[in-house]
């Protein structure tokens, strides 16, 4: 990142200042009604007799778990304007957020976007003033304690099942998420002779997989190739190991790969940290993209593009639409 800041200057835009206008009837209707639809679908998943969050995986109805992204975008919306605008913490948009994305993980065994979101909280009310540096730490403490307790909560009202949990807390946080990447790419060099280098290529279907909906063609990314690849039997039973970020560079130019990935990655985090008060679509790209780069160090960069695209800019610029429309027919009207 210290050597990515040099190409990122404060007054160089890539792209120009893009903005986005919402009214608070225009927000309310769409955080409500993805909320309300948030509420269906997991209704929908529990009264179809899916057992366990493999199950679910092999099945298309997981494309439509999309609408939580959403979800956490247009709550932190609203969470973000209240809080400029000095109107204090939407205390009922968070609650209900919460219950919601709580009730995700024990149905569909989705744990991110509990810490998606509080994540992003964490980070707007540290940005505004309403807690301080050591607030934010403490908070982060108990979020990374959190990861093997909600660990085995997951899909629990399938399953009825509790996983165990190891005997020290300690070693079950760094054992699971944090052990994963380093375990992926050992596999990618001691297993180096079973593949040929892709040369760039992933990063083609990296683009793919973000812009076009699976259920239309599914291109297979990173993370899905050294699934397939390097452990079928756990792709047949709809499970997976997950990636590593410094795998993809790996798997496409070999060790020097690693740092150019990093690099492409760095790039990216310096210019939305550097841009994220220039607009409030940029800023709302930042906050809710940190867990998403975090996430991707055990994945790949299509888990970077298709959530930022499908969960942040498209909702946004899709609700900027609607506020535009009842406008002109409330102006129209009178």
């Not at 995986?57 to 956490?72: A, F, H, K, P, T």
């Not at 989705?110 to 992003?120: A, E, K, P, S, V």
């Not at 298709?306 to 129209?332: D, E, N, Q, W």
Request: charged share 15%; aromatic share 14%; hydrophobic share 50%.
């Amino acid at each position: 990142m210290s050597i990515s800041d040099w190409w990122v200057d404060e007054g160089n835009l890539w792209l120009g200042e893009w903005d986005i206008s919402v009214g608070k009837a225009s927000l309310n209707l769409s955080l409500y009604g993805v909320l309300f639809l948030s509420i269906i679908y997991m209704w929908y998943v529990y009264t179809t007799g899916v057992s366990s969050k493999p199950e679910l995986l092999r099945s298309n109805i997981i494309y439509l778990g999309v609408i939580y992204g959403v979800v956490n975008t247009f709550s932190l919306l609203k969470v973000l304007i209240c809080v400029r605008n000095k109107d204090g913490i939407p205390f009922y948009t968070v609650g209900v957020t919460l219950i919601t994305f709580i009730g995700a993980l024990l149905i569909l065994g989705q744990r991110d976007f509990i810490f998606r979101y509080m994540i992003g909280l964490v980070v707007i009310f540290y940005s505004y003033g309403i807690c301080g540096k050591i607030v934010m730490y403490f908070l982060g403490i108990i979020m990374i304690s959190m990861v093997p307790i909600m660990g085995t909560l997951k899909s629990y009202l399938l399953s009825q099942d509790v996983s165990r949990i190891s005997d020290n807390i300690f070693v079950s946080v760094f054992s699971g998420e944090f052990m994963s990447a380093g375990r992926n790419i050992d596999t990618l060099v001691l297993r180096s002779c079973e593949w040929n280098y892709k040369y760039g290529k992933t990063l083609i279907t990296d683009v793919m997989r973000a812009v076009v909906p699976a259920p239309i063609y599914k291109f297979q990314n990173p993370t899905n190739w050294f699934r397939n690849q390097m452990h079928p039997e756990l792709a047949s039973q709809g499970k997976g190991p997950g990636f590593t970020l410094a795998g993809e560079g790996f798997i496409n130019f070999g060790y020097i790969g690693i740092p150019i990935w990093f690099m492409l990655v760095s790039l990216t985090i310096v210019y939305l940290y550097k841009k994220r008060r220039s607009s409030m679509l940029l800023y709302l790209i930042y906050i809710s993209s940190i867990p998403i780069f975090i996430y991707s160090l055990r994945a790949d960069i299509a888990n970077i593009i298709s959530p930022i695209l499908k969960h942040v800019a498209v909702p946004l610029l899709m609700m900027s639409g609607l506020s535009y429309v009842l406008r002109s027919t409330l102006v129209s009207y009178r």
